[in-house]
């Protein structure tokens, strides 16, 4: 599995949101993995993956990082993955979007949506999404 990267703009739901509120996130997370994924035929994947998480914020955050991960993961059922069981490694992080000083490196897709979110003084998150390598050694 190719590294995926998927990028959506609003402040994310946590497991303790609203029903409708976390659907529509949810919803939201859904279609964006639609229009990126649109042409890879090899997904959803069967394979074991992890994921890393990276929540962007304008002002201070009420969110607990470790609530946004669960719907996050069942927003990708269907279209990363068959079912979220296949998740074996996430890794999440909040951080104030103005402490992020140097963007080179970054892929435009991801400097869209983070000038996007900035003009727009809007949060987003980033999901990044690639196969899980099975550690063989305590650490």
Known sequence: MRKILIAVIGKPA????????????????????????????DLPSKQEVELSISYYYHRETDLDTDNIIKP????????????DKQVKKVSAHGRNIYD?????GAKAYLIRCFQDAFQQEEDFISITIEAYELQTRLS
Not at 72 to 77: C, E, F, K, P, R
Not at 100 to 104: P, V
């Open 14 to 41: 946590s497991v303790q949101s609203s029903g409708k509120r976390r659907e529509r996130w949810k919803g939201r997370i859904r279609k964006e993995a639609k229009k990126v994924l649109a042409k890879r035929k």
């Open 100 to 104: 992020i000083q140097d963007i080179r």
């Open 72 to 83: 996050i993961q069942d927003a990708l059922n269907g279209a990363v993955y068959l079912d």
